[in-house]
């Protein structure tokens, strides 16, 4: 298991955009976190004092990040290539607005990754029922020296 201070400092999302609490479990191929953050009051995504299912996307791509820069450290890389969330797709919303208690659980797939970015499958589930389910895509731009 891995807390927030372990994984943090490996995406650029920071502070209150950090939306992951705990990494529970991460492999080769998919990583299963928690988070229990879209009960903060102050959450930066919340509108009118709720949080739209619609955000949890954000979530999953977090979850995406982390085990992209997990992987990265694993293979001996000393700090993770930048990514830039280029797509989603097949994004299912099981209700409109995520519930102000509990703890989420994000779990997320790789389904491919090379060198020029990766594609992911997610879901994010409160209380066992799916709130957001789709894929995500990564590019990793070429690095250019100066």
Not at 53 to 61: D, I, K, R, T
């Amino acid at each position: 298991m891995l807390e927030r201070d372990q994984f943090a400092p490996l995406i650029p999302h920071a502070g209150a955009m950090c939306l992951l609490d705990t990494v529970l479990v991460w492999d080769a191929e998919h990583i299963h976190a928690q988070s229990h953050r879209h009960t903060a009051a102050d959450h930066p995504l919340r509108r009118d004092g709720r949080l739209h299912a619609v955000h949890l996307a954000e979530f999953g791509a977090q979850a995406t990040a982390i085990h992209g820069a997990l992987k990265a450290r694993e293979q001996g890389a000393t700090r993770p290539r930048p990514g830039m969330l280029v797509s989603l797709r097949d994004v299912q919303l099981g209700c409109e607005f995520v519930p102000d208690t509990g703890t989420l659980s994000i779990q997320a797939q790789c389904l491919f990754a090379d060198d020029s970015g990766a594609q992911y499958r997610f879901s994010v589930q409160h209380d066992g029922q799916t709130l957001a389910s789709g894929r995500c895509a990564v590019i990793h731009p070429q690095e250019t020296s100066t």
